[in-house]
């Protein structure tokens, strides 16, 4: 992923360092803060690749490491005393979002509502997320 303003080398190398893949799951690449998904991905996919019992027994090093450079959901979860977090983005398409809810709710249920809100954002027809842009001319400035 390239950043779309220039930015200094050194952030741009680190950029790109993060979104390098070192391990292959059957479900996502992880980097080395994120998980990386093939964008589209069904719910039920998304949902499988949380549990880590399936995962540590199927995840492959990858050699050389992956640069990602392709259509991919990045996820980021986070969790507190009594409080989680997730994040997600499509990079190629400059759509993210962070959800922050309570500690009970489960995995599942935070990975199905980042992929739902996720996927209705990238199906949106206007991808300009509703909101509209006009030109202010003086008639305006009357009202």
Excluded: C
């Excluded at 070192?22 to 069904?42: D, K």
């Amino acid at each position: 992923m390239m950043l779309e303003t220039p930015a200094p080398v050194q952030l741009q190398k680190s950029v790109n360092l993060t979104l390098t893949g070192y391990y292959r799951t059957p479900y996502f690449v992880q980097g080395l803060a994120w998980q990386e998904y093939s964008w589209p991905i069904s719910i039920n996919k998304l949902i499988a690749s949380t549990s880590m019992k399936e995962l540590d027994s199927k995840a492959e090093k990858l050699n050389p490491p992956y640069s990602a450079n392709r259509n991919m959901l990045v996820i980021r979860t986070g969790l507190g005393k009594k409080a989680s977090s997730i994040m997600g983005f499509l990079p190629k398409k400059h759509i993210g979002v962070v959800i922050l809810i309570n500690k009970q709710v489960s995995t599942e249920d935070r990975m199905s509502a980042l992929y739902h809100i996720i996927y209705d954002l990238d199906n949106l027809p206007n991808k300009k997320f509703g909101l509209i842009e006009r030109t202010r001319t003086r008639n305006d400035e009357k009202e």
